[in-house]
């Protein structure tokens, strides 16, 4: 990951108050420890 990008990761997790924050790690984290990492992301974009 560039610094560019970092800084707008940043930016964006500076803005998240504390329930969606460790909401969407809490998805980041069922998504990497899954073996259906597609079927996970898919229920996530048609919430």
Do not use: P, T, V
């Not at 329930?19 to 998805?27: A, C, F, P, R, V």
Request: no cysteine.
């Amino acid at each position: 990951m560039n610094n560019i990008d970092m800084a707008k990761l940043m930016n964006m997790l500076s803005k998240m108050d504390k329930k969606d924050l460790e909401e969407g790690l809490s998805k980041a984290s069922q998504i990497l420890n899954s073996n259906n990492k597609d079927e996970i992301i898919d229920k996530i974009k048609k919430q």
